[in-house]
């Protein structure tokens, strides 16, 4: 869900100001990523809670959530941003970086215990909780990118404006910050 939601907040701020086909290319790519990572992360999870819990599939889970990270993160990184997004771009590999080392503590954590009752500290503890928090830096990074998109948002409508003289478009695009 997290990824669906920063990959549509991208989409949205490629549409601001008047963006380039570059911009709504590369918005569409992550998208699509976005929803591949969030759908399999979810029947992952389907097929987890389906099963009776047991420290070997629970070892098989944490591990698969890992594999997938790093498959995501170096999907992600053949995609190119455009300058505009550099730094949107840098925050979503900040977070995908601390999302994978999160996942990856927990994983080692499972893989330490031998004993069924044991499997409480895993999902009361730590581990799970910097996985929670690292989830949650994406829903406040999706928040802070669609804060921008509104305010870019509305300056890319004014800048299209049939109604704006075409040399006056330009004097709008820089007065609200659009970029070229």
Same mark, same amino acid.
């Given at each position: 869900?997290?990824?669906?939601?920063l990959g549509g907040?991208l989409?949205? &701020?490629?549409?601001?100001?008047?963006s380039s086909?570059?911009?709504?290319q590369y918005?569409? @790519? #992550?998208?699509?990523?976005?929803? +591949?990572?969030?759908?399999?992360l979810d029947?992952?999870?389907?097929e987890?809670s389906?099963q009776p819990?047991?420290?070997?599939g629970t070892r098989?889970y944490?591990?698969s959530r890992v594999?997938?990270?790093?498959?995501?993160?170096d999907?992600?990184?053949a995609l190119e941003?455009?300058n505009?997004?550099a730094?949107?771009?840098a925050? &979503?590999?900040d977070?995908?970086?601390g999302?994978l080392a999160?996942e990856?503590?927990?994983? @080692? #954590?499972v893989?330490s215990?031998? +004993?069924?009752?044991?499997l409480?500290?895993?999902?009361?503890g730590p581990?799970t909780q910097?996985v929670?928090?690292?989830?949650?830096?994406?829903?406040?990074l999706y928040?802070?990118?669609?804060e921008e998109?509104?305010?870019?948002g509305?300056?890319?409508?004014?800048?299209?404006?049939?109604w704006i003289p075409?040399?006056m478009r330009?004097?709008?695009?820089?007065a609200?910050?659009?970029p070229?």
């Amino acid at each position: 869900m997290k990824a669906v939601a920063l990959g549509g907040c991208l989409v949205l &701020l490629a549409t601001a100001c008047g963006s380039s086909p570059s911009v709504s290319q590369y918005a569409d @790519d #992550l998208n699509v990523w976005a929803r +591949d990572v969030d759908s399999r992360l979810d029947a992952g999870s389907a097929e987890f809670s389906a099963q009776p819990i047991t420290v070997e599939g629970t070892r098989d889970y944490l591990d698969s959530r890992v594999a997938l990270y790093v498959e995501a993160i170096d999907t992600y990184s053949a995609l190119e941003p455009p300058n505009e997004l550099a730094e949107l771009d840098a925050a &979503l590999r900040d977070w995908l970086d601390g999302l994978l080392a999160a996942e990856q503590q927990r994983a @080692d #954590l499972v893989a330490s215990i031998e +004993d069924p009752d044991e499997l409480a500290r895993l999902w009361d503890g730590p581990a799970t909780q910097a996985v929670l928090v690292a989830e949650g830096k994406g829903v406040l990074l999706y928040y802070a990118a669609q804060e921008e998109f509104d305010a870019t948002g509305d300056r890319g409508a004014l800048s299209e404006t049939p109604w704006i003289p075409p040399e006056m478009r330009e004097v709008v695009s820089v007065a609200l910050g659009c970029p070229e």
